[in-house]
């Protein structure tokens, strides 16, 4: 059976317990196991895909089509692990599944009950299609004393009851403030926290405190005396330089050993942490610097674009720049303010989206990168813009535009039946839209000799998808003739999935989204080949 390892986290939420979790799960997969990792929000959307990034950050997607946690984003770029549709679980999806089977009398009559349904149902999940993996680290959302999170820590508590110690681990990370007044570290916030997880049925094995500085040794033992862990399971995380270096700074405090050491196994190898020590190191002293603007609905709101912003540093660390953000809110950006905002930028980059607020200021955007031959790229709603853009300026189609944003346009992107298979156009369904997304993995067929194919080296790519529109193919002949070129396919033929401009430094859209499956440890092609562009620009 696996070792499940359980994250909770206490006294302030953002303390940081999925860069933890992801950081353990690396530590424990260099040294030769197989390792899962595993979020469990308590909030009661079934899953984060409706939610508003201005709610939740970014929704990230998985190959498998799932919208989940960006928490999961965390444990791909550290671990290279994809996660799967299971790895998520919201409290709005274990209620569901109760209630479907309770209306279905699946329950033969009882009362159905938090505990032990819910309970039962979370406990399910934990171990749901988890095979020969060593170990299973779970994420329990929130902070320790929400009523939200309740069941859950009830689940775990059952759950290490039923499969005992040798085969759980309770891991606590809590925040050890700093008192500036009093030039203290204050460690009573901890042992309330652990106070208020043991009246709920936990002793947690270890403890990582996060703090700004180091934490003496007569704090530490306090801890360890207060909560009731042994002085080597008290583990501290000073905020790092950067998230690169997370791995390495639990590497030594001793993390994984601790862990190892609780479950009575060794190391198979040595953990190899060259590869961050060498990232870590071109991030804190890269002096040149490219800039490159993104223009989207939430460009200023933290962890919108979260996978992207990481993406990009990643294609920055591939060519030893440090890429800096110009964040251009769409909503505000006015036609005559585009020359002045992207004159000296070195790339322009149009995220995902979803909406019509803003995108007239995207398009005049697009048109400027594409006169003005600054790299371009276009993600997903991004490419959609630089098609309706050109359809416009290029071939003249003054009602150009999506179905999504305005029904009586022409619809050079649109549902796919919104034309048929002479193309021909026909008029707009108002089809419902919940379902209908194109999620997860889909293979794309490059074209021989072009931009794309020598970016990726590959003939064909699988990437990640999270769309409901699509670009218009009964087109693609009179694109190519004015140099817009449907370099990607898929498999069929049927849908564009990327664009480019002959006669430009680089111009690509991609009807995907590259950005989920790019690693710091092995930068997406895409984005270091965007950055590479960029850096030459000027
Ligand atoms: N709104 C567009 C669509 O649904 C693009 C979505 C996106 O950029 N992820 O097709």
Request: net charge positive; hydrophobic share 35%; aromatic share 8%.
């Amino acid at each position: 059976m696996a070792r499940y390892i359980f994250v909770t986290g206490g006294v302030v939420s953002s303390l940081g317990k999925g860069l933890s979790s992801a950081s353990l799960a690396y530590l424990l997969k260099s040294q030769g196991y197989k390792v899962r990792l595993r979020k469990m929000d308590p909030y009661l959307n079934v899953d984060p895909g409706t939610m508003s990034p201005f709610q939740h950050g970014e929704v990230f997607v998985t190959d498998d089509g799932a919208e989940t946690d960006l928490d999961l984003g965390h444990y791909e770029r550290f671990t290279n692990i994809s996660s799967r549709q299971s790895d998520n679980i919201t409290t709005g999806r274990i209620y569901s599944d109760v209630i479907k089977k309770e209306r279905k009398g699946g329950y033969l009559g009882k009362t159905v009950q938090v505990i032990p349904h819910i309970t039962n149902r979370i406990k399910e999940f934990i171990k749901k299609d988890i095979t020969n993996e060593d170990f299973v680290i779970c994420e329990i959302g929130g902070t320790v004393g929400d009523i939200e999170s309740l069941p859950f820590v009830e689940a775990i508590r059952q759950f290490s009851n039923e499969h005992g110690k040798s085969k759980t681990l309770f891991i606590h990370l809590t925040f050890v403030p700093f008192l500036k007044s009093s030039d203290e570290i204050k460690t009573k916030p901890t042992q309330h926290s652990v106070k208020e997880l043991r009246s709920i049925g936990i002793q947690p094995d270890i403890i990582i405190c996060r703090s700004q500085q180091s934490i003496p040794l007569d704090q530490r033992k306090k801890i360890s005396l207060f909560c009731n862990v042994p002085i080597d399971n008290v583990i501290e995380t000073v905020d790092v330089r950067t998230i690169y270096e997370a791995p390495i700074s639990f590497f030594n405090q001793k993390l994984d050993k601790q862990v190892l050491k609780y479950f009575k196994i060794k190391s198979k190898k040595r953990a190899n942490l060259n590869p961050w020590k060498k990232i870590t190191k071109i991030v804190l002293n890269t002096k040149k610097t490219v800039d490159i603007a993104i223009i989207g609905k939430y460009v200023n709101l933290k962890d919108a674009y979260k996978s992207l912003d990481e993406a990009l540093i990643h294609g920055g660390i591939s060519n030893k720049v440090k890429v800096n953000l110009i964040r251009i809110e769409s909503d505000n950006l006015k036609t005559n303010e585009i020359k002045k905002k992207l004159k000296n930028v070195s790339g322009l980059l149009i995220p995902g989206g979803f909406g019509k607020r803003g995108t007239e200021g995207k398009i005049s955007a697009i048109k400027y990168a594409r006169e003005n031959k600054i790299p371009f790229l276009g993600i997903c709603f991004g490419m959609q813009m630089a098609i309706i853009e050109f359809a416009r300026n290029k071939l003249y189609i003054k009602k150009a535009g999506s179905s999504e944003l305005d029904k009586k346009c022409y619809p050079v992107i649109g549902l796919i039946d919104e034309w048929d298979k002479n193309g021909k156009i026909i008029k707009g369904t108002d089809k419902d839209l919940g379902g209908t997304m194109r999620l997860g993995l889909y293979e794309a067929k490059l074209r021989n000799n072009s931009a794309i194919n020598r970016i990726y080296n590959s003939k064909t790519i699988k990437e990640r998808h999270r769309h409901r529109y699509e670009v218009n193919n009964n087109l693609k002949t009179q694109f190519e003739k004015k140099g817009l070129v449907f370099s990607g396919m898929s498999p069929d033929n049927k849908l564009p999935e990327i664009i480019e401009l002959n006669n430009h430094p680089w111009f690509i859209g991609v009807q995907f989204h590259p950005e989920f499956r790019s690693r710091p440890l092995s930068p997406h092609p895409l984005f270091s080949s965007f950055i590479k562009a960029a850096k030459n620009h000027r």
